[in-house]
Each structure stands twice: as C-alpha cells, then as structure tokens.
C-alpha cells in the first residue's frame, strides 16, 4: 500500500515529484553530513557495509527529529497537530546491538568453516 496521492492532474503530479525531490535532497544532504562526521568525507556510502548504513541512517533520523523537536519548542509558531504524536523508532543502541551481533555470528560463522 502506498501513501501516494491519485492525482487528480499533471500539475498536482508534478507538484508532489519536486517536493518528493527537493525532501530526498534534504536528507540525502543530512546523511551524508552524518557520515562525514563519523566516518570521514573520504568514504562514499556504497563502500560501506550494510549495517554501518543503518546506523547512520539511525543518528541521522534522530537527529533530524530532535532537531525539529527543538527548533519549534523554541518556536511554537511551526508546532502542528502531528507534533503531539510520538511514533517511536529503533534506537541508536539497538541498531549497533544488532549490527555488532551480526558480525560476531557471521564471524564465528567462518571461523567454523576453516
């Protein structure tokens, strides 16, 4: 099931396309910025393994989400009806649980074989 809207023209389509572009810029930008502060600019994100990708993206979406709680607890003015809705998401400690348990078994995985 998809959140995308039935649009009801090509200008609404294409009004939902430059925003959906303009917001994967944004985090793209923002992730990115995570990397580079942890891992340094020299690493392009497909050299890195699959876990240490959801780790950032992790740091990344909690600081996107503190930084927005912030900003408008400062500035009530943006607060919206939403803001009162806390949907909870993995933590920054599960997802490093998880990644460094994976690697330990995928570890001991081929130290059995040898």
Not at 24 to 31: G, I, K, V
Not at 43 to 60: N, R
Not at 62 to 87: A, N, V
Request: glycine share 2%.
């Amino acid at each position: 099931m998809s959140n995308t809207p039935i649009f009801k023209n090509e200008s609404d389509k294409q009004e939902y396309i430059d925003l959906y572009k303009a917001n994967l810029e944004s985090y793209r930008s923002l992730l990115v910025m995570v990397k580079d502060s942890l891992i340094g600019p020299g690493y392009k994100l497909d050299q890195l393994a699959g876990q240490t990708i959801e780790v950032i993206d992790s740091i990344t979406r909690t600081l996107m989400y503190d930084t927005s709680t912030e900003f408008k607890e400062s500035h009530p003015e943006y607060r919206t009806s939403d803001d009162e809705i806390f949907i909870p998401h993995r933590s920054f400690k599960e997802t490093v649980t998880e990644a460094l348990k994976e690697a330990i078994q995928s570890k001991d995985s081929e130290d059995s074989e040898v």
